[in-house]
């Protein structure tokens, strides 16, 4: 059950605060609106609590869940993203090209997770705090629903529609994100380079290896030959 538990949060993180905004609204209206109510004041009054109560532990929540994300890598939160959050304006300001395979990539989810839960537990929202701050709050519990029986993509299926795509090969995984912006600048450096090569090898033939050349005129600087 661990596992679940910090999958529904991550689901339910782009949502929190309006989730406790909604609950700050109902607080208020069913004081206003206590007048009307069959129930004892008592009653009345232990609703309006419950709803502030939850709000704060959204609030808390979201909180600690940011605090978390800013601790991650650039790569970390695109997969958190990617999986879980699934934001427009996010997904566009980091792509859609991943440095791995496939199967690396669930692996490198699974390995996020856990990690995820970790730093969770140890800002004090374990799997028992969790159930016992929103064990019965409806969205959440439609949310762990969802992942219980399998059916994890509907939870994300009316957010932003993004691909992927990944190497086929995973001889390029180990540098990560920035391996990944490194790939797709020494496509177009590379032929740069080898042009820019032959330029010296003709400009260059008969100078001695240790004469420096003169400075270009334009751009006043000067070549060492090593």
């Known amino acids: 059950m661990k596992k679940q538990y910090v ?7 782009p949502y929190l605060c309006g989730l406790a905004d909604a609950s700050r609204v109902a607080a208020s209206n069913k004081a206003v609106l206590s007048f009307r ?3 004892s004041a008592f009653d009345a009054a232990l609703e309006v609590a419950e709803e ?32 879980y959050f699934r934001r427009r304006r996010e997904l566009a300001r980091f792509g859609a090209d991943l440095p791995y395979s496939e199967r690396s990539y669930f692996r490198r989810q ?11 537990t140890a800002g004090g929202w374990t799997d ?10 409806a969205p959440f519990m439609r949310i762990l629903q969802a992942i219980m029986a399998g059916e994890e ?3 994300t299926a009316k957010r932003t529609v993004a691909g992927v795509r990944f ?18 600048n020494t496509k177009i450096a590379m032929p740069a380079i080898a042009a820019h090569a032959r330029q010296m090898t003709t400009i260059c033939t008969g100078v001695s290896p240790c004469e420096p050349l003169s400075p270009s005129p334009d751009t ?3 070549v060492m030959l090593k």
């Open 7 to 13: 999958k529904v949060i991550l689901y339910a993180y």
């Open 37 to 39: 109510s069959y129930a």
């Open 52 to 83: 502030i109560v939850l709000a704060e532990r959204l609030e808390s929540l979201s909180a600690r869940l940011g605090v978390i994300l800013s601790s991650l890598s650039e790569e970390e939160r695109f997969l958190l993203e990617y999986k």
């Open 110 to 120: 699974s390995a996020l997770l856990q990690r995820v839960g970790s730093l969770l």
């Open 128 to 137: 028992k705090a969790f159930f016992e701050a929103f064990g019965e709050y």
């Open 153 to 155: 993509n509907r939870i």
């Open 167 to 184: 190497q086929k090969s995973e001889r390029s995984e180990s540098g990560g994100m920035g391996a990944r912006r490194f790939a797709r």
């Open 220 to 222: 006043g600087a000067s």
